[in-house]
């Protein structure tokens, strides 16, 4: 059994004297009886006998002696990253959605650029390379004591279609070329609020695989006709021709309209297989990191509401694709009982799209333009107004007559 550490401090004063006064022998004796009792490693254990309680004399004077008591602590370093440096750090992390340190890292150079150019920010020069140098691990140091996480589990409202089922083929890998952009993920989100009963908004969400390009727009329900109307608009938005399509086997998808059309525009059709939210696992992420984060799980259920989720949406397309970098997962090995993911460098949606050579020049030189017309703390603001809206248009009074 081992010493408590009140006891081998006991047991190092009581044997120091006799150690450093024995023969080598007795020395090397006392040595293996304090390391087997106290656990320590030999090297340590013998520097400790021989420097305690040992005094050092300066001219006839003791002025020290050695106490294993006593620990003595290093001086702190001066801190590099001071409260002057964290509080514009938190002010963008707060701006970009409480993203993580990597994403910020890569995010900080673009953005700050735009603050300042929009005279957001007002920082000295020495204090913009501070924020610069900040390295991804450093980042969540400093925002640690301001993070908070939520935890929060929504609601599937998708219902199978059995309508053209076995002519939309599932998707393998193999059928799409992800490296292209073009190629789209698509799904519903409902805005029900934890109650399913009657009608409500749902959230059309679009994802390009390969550049993480996402388009949103509300419709009033899940009928077919809004759907189709919705997914139409978005692809003309989009700064690339769609390729393919590739959906789950609810029946707002599962139809002839969208059939008909992906045969038209010669575009690939596919569908995921039921009840593997994984095979869409591209939007699946959108639908948390863009969809709930920016609109929450309240029901809607107005046209008053679904017309503000689609100008926070107009907002949020910019918001997203032009200022939060986002990370690819390029290779994932098994190792045994362990799996090591590789993921790219983060980046955003609109660098991704400009650096792909399939999207022409005069897409290229739209979006630039566009971009630089962009003030990210505007944006913030303009969308956490429309959130405030649909907070307080969500919250239904108390019926007096109902609780009499």
């Not at 005094?55 to 290093?74: F, P, S, W």
């Not at 990253?81 to 707060?94: C, F, G, K, N, S």
């Not at 919705?230 to 393919?244: M, Y």
């Amino acid at each position: 059994m081992r010493l408590t550490m009140k006891e081998r401090k006991t047991v190092t004063k009581a044997l120091a004297e006799q150690y450093r006064r024995g023969a080598k022998k007795t020395r090397t004796k006392i040595l293996d009886q304090f390391t087997q009792a106290t656990g320590y490693n030999r090297s340590y254990a013998s520097r400790l006998l021989r420097n305690h309680g040992r005094r050092v004399r300066i001219h006839g004077k003791v002025i020290a002696e050695g106490d294993v008591r006593v620990k003595q602590r290093r001086p702190c370093a001066k801190r590099v990253y001071d409260d002057e440096v964290i509080q514009p750090l938190t002010r963008i992390w707060e701006m970009l959605d409480y993203i993580s340190g990597k994403r910020l890292h890569a995010a900080l150079p673009f953005v700050l650029e735009r603050l300042v150019a929009c005279r957001e920010l007002r920082l000295k020069k020495a204090l913009r390379e501070k924020l610069l140098k900040m390295s991804p691990a450093t980042i969540d140091r400093a925002l640690k004591p301001a993070r908070q996480k939520h935890a929060v589990k929504g609601r599937s409202c998708t219902k199978p279609g059995t309508l053209l089922k076995h002519q939309v083929p599932i998707r393998t890998y193999s059928d799409w070329d992800d490296l292209k952009p073009g190629f789209l993920e698509i799904d519903l989100v409902g805005h029900d609020g934890g109650n399913a009963a009657g009608e409500f908004c749902y959230t059309l969400d679009i994802t390009d695989v390969a550049t993480g390009w996402t388009e949103l727009a509300a419709v009033p329900n899940k009928a077919q006709k809004w759907v189709f109307e919705a997914l139409q608009d978005l692809c003309k938005r989009l700064p690339f021709r769609v390729l393919g399509i590739d959906s789950d086997n609810g029946s707002e998808f599962i139809n002839h309209h969208l059939f008909a059309y992906c045969n038209e525009h010669q575009i690939t059709f596919t569908r995921s297989r039921p009840w593997r939210k994984n095979d869409n696992c591209y939007v699946e992420q959108k639908n948390w990191s863009v969809v709930r984060r920016m609109a929450g799980y309240a029901r809607f259920d107005t046209p008053a509401q679904c017309e503000q989720l689609n100008q926070l949406y107009r907002l949020v397309r910019d918001y997203n694709n032009f200022f939060m970098p986002s990370m690819k997962l390029v290779e994932k090995v098994r190792e045994g009982a362990k799996v090591r993911k590789r993921y790219d460098k983060p980046q955003t949606p609109f660098k991704r799209t400009m650096n792909d050579p399939t999207v022409s020049a005069k897409e290229k030189q739209r979006l630039s333009r566009h971009y630089e017309t962009l003030n990210p703390a505007a944006l913030h603001r303009q969308i956490r107004k429309i959130q405030n809206a649909l907070a307080k248009s969500a919250v239904r009074p108390k019926d007096n007559e109902d609780a009499a």
